[in-house]
Antibody, heavy 121, light 109 residues
């Protein structure tokens, strides 16, 4: 059974950098892409991006200039950094196991529990 | 404003069949698989339907998905109180990102 646990700072000020990490239990990072998704009342569910075990990344074009994802296969973890945050970045951030490398799809299974990140001005 | 369009709400009584629609375009649903997610209050979304009409193990066969052209639908038969949740459709878009619907809140009356 694959279980994702995530952590990171939950309260930020405008212009600071959001940093979250997701640890994967029960599965090697090798066979899938690993994703970050956020959810807010105003923007709904928003795909942030994905990373492979080799470090190949794809980011949402709307966030690309501020997003960096990284992966640590030795620790079976992957991370998200989002720079220059504003109140519009306030959301619940989820990590999730994504697609297999063969085909591009919107499969996310399972999801982590989510981390509420609040940005104050 | 979400790329995929869903009705904001749906409702039904126990035992009824309800359907939730998801409308997109040729750049997303028209050329890609559709996925459905169920989110109960306070929890993360959970995969309910994958590749248009497939159910992950553990998902009751009361849930079914379909796709036609640039639209998709989720059907729930034999509605139960525990089905009360938010439902989201998702697919890949040619703009190089995954996209979601705005979600449908299902109420079991």
């Amino acid at each position: 059974q694959v279980v994702l646990q995530q952590w990171g700072a939950g309260l930020l000020k405008s212009s600071e950098t959001l940093s979250l990490t997701c640890a994967v239990q029960g599965e090697s990072l090798t066979d899938y892409y690993w994703t970050w998704i956020r959810q807010s009342p105003g923007r709904g569910l928003e795909w942030i991006g994905e990373i492979s075990h080799r470090g190949d990344t794809d980011y949402n074009p709307s966030l690309k200039s501020r997003v960096t994802m990284s992966i640590d296969t030795s620790e079976n973890q992957f991370s998200l950094r989002l720079t220059s945050v504003t109140a519009a970045d306030t959301a619940i951030y989820y990590c999730a196991r994504g697609r297999a490398p063969v085909v591009v799809t919107a499969v996310f299974n399972p999801w982590g529990p989510g981390t509420l990140v609040t940005v104050s001005s | 404003q979400s790329v995929l369009t869903q009705p904001p709400s749906a409702s039904g009584t126990p035992g009824q069949r309800v359907t939730i629609s998801c409308s997109g375009s040729s750049s997303n649903i028209g050329g890609n698989y559709v996925f459905w997610y169920q989110q109960v209050p306070g929890a993360a979304p959970k995969l309910l339907i994958y590749s248009n009409d497939r159910r992950p193990s553990g998902v009751p066969d009361r849930f079914s998905g379909s796709k036609s052209g640039t639209s998709a639908s989720l059907a729930i038969s034999g509605l139960r109180s525990e089905d009360e949740a938010d439902y989201y459709c998702a697919t890949w878009d040619d703009s190089l990102r995954a996209v979601f619907g705005g979600g449908t809140k299902l109420t079991v009356l």
